[in-house]
């Protein structure tokens, strides 16, 4: 970065802590002396700071305090604390503040804050809580489940790649949900670093539709994610009335949602089936999830009585030299394969390390030209075709 970003203080108090953190970064200058908030709004308005660090426990925040103190400026606010407040980060989040750090202040954390500022300066919708601005522009929604009963299958991989193509190629407004609460990976898989999860959104007492957008975070412009639990126990906090709630709230903001839900039929993955227009069954070529796929389409048939036309079947890693053949699994299963993807080497892993999607970090793999190819058959081309921006372009910057 070749210019310093500007940072202020809003406190009484010293912050030693934040200030001698601050000064072993080279891409910070701090302003002093501290100041308070009318002087803050005074510097806003001359559009001159970057980052400003409000104290939470002086000023407690409310509702759009944070939008206030911004100004329309793009002014990265985030609130600090003394101590953890669950209650007051709650309220830091309500009042649409980028960020809720505690003593002690570490480098690494005010390093992703800085960064983050940098990028909200040159894409100010790119990052952050979402807005009611961000809602879907209206028309029918969408909710795509990606599940299997076979840990391994690349599930998870494929649901955040799927979502990421899908927002591109239609351009559309599309969340991502995790609902494999006690080990999901959508927010390690996309390389975003939450604000919040949906723990905090069910634990936080008001009403879950309104209260939705201050929980999700994006990953661009198009696509948002609402992250599982930090900690797996929390996974019991989440009940299939919460899910029910979620589902319709996202449904009403967003054109697609993407779930992906854990490896087993419990009440809040039956939930999140049950409120999908598509369920996308992932399988890979071995005997074991075969003879798993066999077993989730006789319970979605028989027990969830689910149609035949909301059932899909994924077969990852179909390139597999030594795996079952697609017209033996058709056959075993007594069910067409709807989508095949290849494993392409080592593509994936090497975007997992990146921390890039596979679509976006390897368009021309074989991989991802089968994401893209899914999600076109599932995007409304139509819509497509009628955005602002020519659909050839944005075919040709996703492939």
């Known amino acids: 970065m070749d210019n310093k970003q500007l940072a202020a203080i809003v406190s009484t108090k010293e912050w030693a802590g934040l200030n001698q953190a601050l000064a072993r970064l080279d891409t910070i200058e701090l302003l002093s002396p501290l100041m308070n908030v009318e002087e803050l709004k005074r510097e806003t308005s001359r559009e001159l700071l970057d980052i400003v660090f409000v104290d939470a426990d002086e000023y407690i925040p409310s509702d759009g305090d944070a939008k206030v103190l911004a100004n329309g400026s793009g002014l990265y606010v985030v609130f600090i604390s003394a101590n953890e407040n669950p209650p007051l980060m709650k309220k830091a989040m309500r009042a ?6 505690v003593e002690p202040f570490m480098k690494e954390d005010l390093e992703d804050i800085v960064e983050s500022a940098a990028k909200q300066r040159t894409a100010p919708h790119a990052e952050g809580i979402v807005t009611d601005a961000d809602a879907n ?7 795509i489940a990606f599940f ?6 690349g599930k998870s991989i494929l649901a955040a790649n799927f ?15 995790d609902l494999d609460l006690q080990f999901g990976d959508l927010a ?29 975070t994006r990953f661009d412009d198009n696509l948002s994610i609402l992250p599982s639990p930090v900690k797996p126990e929390e ?46 069954l992932v399988a890979t070529p071995i005997i074991l999830s075969v003879k798993n796929l066999k077993g989730m389409l006789k319970v979605m048939k028989e027990s969830l009585e689910y149609p035949d036309e909301k059932i899909k079947i994924v077969l990852n890693r179909c390139d597999s030299r030594f795996g079952i053949s697609r017209p033996d699994i058709e056959k075993l299963s007594n069910r067409k394969i709807d989508y095949m993807t290849p494993s392409d080497g080592n593509i994936v892993v090497q975007s997992l390390n990146r921390g890039v999607p596979t679509v976006v970090g390897y368009k021309n793999s074989k991989f991802s030209k089968a994401i893209v190819k899914m999600a076109r058959s599932v995007a409304d081309v139509s ?16 492939r």
């Open 383 to 398: 819509a497509a075709c009628s955005a602002k921006t020519p659909f050839w372009k944005k075919w040709f910057a996703i």
């Open 235 to 280: 996974a019991e906090l989440i009940t299939p009335a919460h899910i029910e709630q979620i589902t319709q709230a996202l449904s009403a903001r967003f054109k697609y949602v993407i779930i992906d839900t854990t490896t087993t039929f419990h009440d809040v993955s039956i939930m999140a089936l049950d409120k999908s227009d598509e369920v996308f």
């Open 188 to 216: 390690l898989i996309l390389n975003v670093k939450p604000h919040a999860t949906i723990t905090d959104l069910v634990t936080g007492g008001g009403d879950i539709a309104e209260e939705l957008p201050a929980y999700l």
């Open 96 to 101: 649409g503040a980028k960020d809720f750090i």
């Open 137 to 143: 522009a209206g028309g029918p929604s969408k909710t």
């Open 163 to 177: 979502a990421v193509a899908l927002s591109r190629v239609e351009s559309c407004k599309v969340c991502l949900l």
């Open 148 to 153: 299997s009963t076979k840990g391994g299958a």
